[in-house]
């Protein structure tokens, strides 16, 4: 079954402690995406990839980290977490910038 | 920066009625797609639009893409309860500098009443 799966998919943490949300793929999609989703605002774009080892800042990248090692994952990292990354994420995957399989959402709240 | 506005906002309309969303853009663009999300979960893609095309049909949608008001609009004829969603439109951008980016209007929600 074609999916885009996220973990994990619900998470309490303090200000200041590291974490890593997983995106993973089995679509051989080239592009990946991470969006923030916030109430009244929509989606917003973080990071994306283009392919394996080449990523390039959305619209909010500001205390995010991404990587891309391979081309099935697209791991999402906050290094310093504050109350204001509170937040749904959502993950996403495509052949390119279009069509996008999402994943099902990851409710980050920091304390 | 919000490239893609939502009108309206929200919408309430009968079981079978036709309902029609817009969304403006602000640049130019590759594509436009639209995607709907049920409460708090992830989005699922509908259809999607190229600058090049006008209308595009699928089952019960229709979209339309004007790219010289830069402006789309979603119908859902014959509207039914498991409609009842957010709808989003998202653009890709046209740009050197912006081909991959993605920008996300803030949404329509749409209610069915029965």
Known sequence: ?111 | SQQGEEDPQALSIQEGENATMNCSYKTSINNLQWYRQNSGRGLVHLILIRSNEREKHSGRLRVTLDTSKKSSSLLITASRAADTASYFCATAGGGCSSASKIIFGSGTRLSIRP
């Open chain 1, 1 to 111: 079954e074609a999916q885009v799966t996220q973990n994990p998919r619900y998470l309490i943490t303090v200000t200041g402690k590291k974490l890593t949300v997983t995106c993973s793929q089995n679509m051989n999609h080239e592009y990946m995406s991470w969006y923030r989703q916030d109430p009244g605002l929509g989606l917003r774009q973080i990071y994306y990839s283009m392919n394996v080892e080449v990523t390039d800042k959305g619209d909010v990248p500001e205390g995010y980290k991404v990587s891309r090692k391979e081309k099935r994952n697209f791991p999402l990292i906050l290094e310093s977490p504050s109350p204001n990354q509170t937040s749904l994420y959502f993950c996403a995957s495509s052949v390119s910038p279009g069509e996008q399989y999402f994943g099902p959402g990851t409710r980050l709240t920091v304390t």
